[in-house]
């Protein structure tokens, strides 16, 4: 048996062998041939003019090709995209912005409210307890008020009140500081 299943794998080998040899022959053949590309060639040129009519004939109907869907999915997955990081920065938002958090700030601005409305009270006691100065643009130092002292932390500070002067005070007119002279040979 072994000597009919060598001629039996023989026989194959060598149709299969010059089987392979012949097809590729006949293809080479028919791709050498000017007749069988120059019609694949017009074929393919066939195709490109009919897929061209059919985009325009669908632009003009207003109905998009699988390029126009193809290109809506991908800015629509884009705008997904950016919106779950803007939702993303809002839910952090939301929790920094917790309502004790914003409780305790706006509880804070009142203190520093009533802080300045009381600096505010005591500098108009001051400006109408003050006696009349003969020159209101320099008062003598024995009427200044003392500086308070500065506070511990800048926490602890309130911003300072905007100085405003009472309405009958006008300030004095600026006299222009002294020229130097100038020093011999500089011009």
Do not use: C, Y
């Not at 897929?51 to 290109?71: K, T, W, Y």
């Not at 003050?130 to 643009?137: D, L, N, V």
């Amino acid at each position: 048996m072994s000597d009919a299943s060598n001629a039996v794998n023989n026989l194959r080998e060598r149709l299969t062998g010059s089987g392979e040899d012949r097809l590729g022959k006949a293809l080479s053949d028919l791709l050498d041939n000017p007749l069988l590309t120059g019609a694949i060639g017009r074929a393919f040129d066939a195709r490109e003019k009919a897929a061209q009519a059919q985009e325009l004939a669908m632009g003009a109907l207003n109905i998009p090709s699988a390029a126009d869907i193809e290109r809506l999915t991908r800015r629509l997955r884009s705008v997904s995209q950016r919106l779950e990081g803007i939702e993303d920065g809002v839910h952090r938002l939301d929790r920094a912005l917790a309502v004790r958090g914003v409780e305790s700030r706006l509880s804070r601005i009142e203190e520093q409210l009533g802080a300045l409305t009381q600096k505010l009270g005591d500098e108009r006691m001051w400006a109408s307890r003050k006696p009349a100065s003969p020159s209101p643009a320099s008062p003598s130092p024995a009427s200044r008020k003392p500086a308070s002292p500065k506070p511990a932390s800048r926490k602890a500070a309130s911003p300072k009140p905007a100085s405003r002067k009472p309405a009958s005070r006008k300030p004095a007119p600026r006299k222009p500081a002294p020229r130097r002279k100038a020093k011999p040979g500089r011009a």
